[in-house]
């Protein structure tokens, strides 16, 4: 599944990137999108959204005339809520499992339904 994920990243990148000359517009949205598509798509993503935060800060803050010299002045702003870990490999530290359910359909339909596909 990866090597597809990549040849796709790869596709993006060098069909989209170079058919736009100037800065911003297309250029920067086929990156952005390429890179959305392998963080999501790569198990290990979280490797990669940690700089590609940075990248997207100082981005946004380069818009607004702020030229930060490095990343202390990210990692020195005082963030109260951080949401992330889709797989639950950060903070349960292993594989992930399933801790809750809802029913959405009336339990004795959800029985039906495991009788008929047979594990019920």
């Not at 963080?39 to 818009?63: D, M, N, Q, R, Y």
């Not at 607004?64 to 990343?71: A, K």
């Not at 963030?79 to 950060?90: N, P, R, S, Y």
């Amino acid at each position: 599944m990866e090597p597809c994920i990549a040849n796709v990243h790869l596709h993006l990148v060098s069909v989209k990137f170079p058919a736009n000359d100037d800065i911003g517009g297309w250029t920067v949205w086929s990156l952005e999108f390429a890179i959305s598509v392998f963080v999501v798509a790569c198990p290990c993503g979280i490797g990669l959204a940690a700089p590609t935060a940075l990248f997207v800060g100082i981005g946004i803050a380069e818009k607004y005339g702020i030229l930060p010299r490095g990343g202390g002045e990210a990692f020195g702003a005082q963030v109260d809520v951080v949401v992330f870990d889709k797989t639950g490999t950060l903070t349960e530290g292993g594989a992930p499992r399933i801790t809750d359910t809802t029913f959405v359909i009336p339990e004795c339909q959800l029985i039906a339904i495991q009788i008929a596909s047979g594990f019920g």
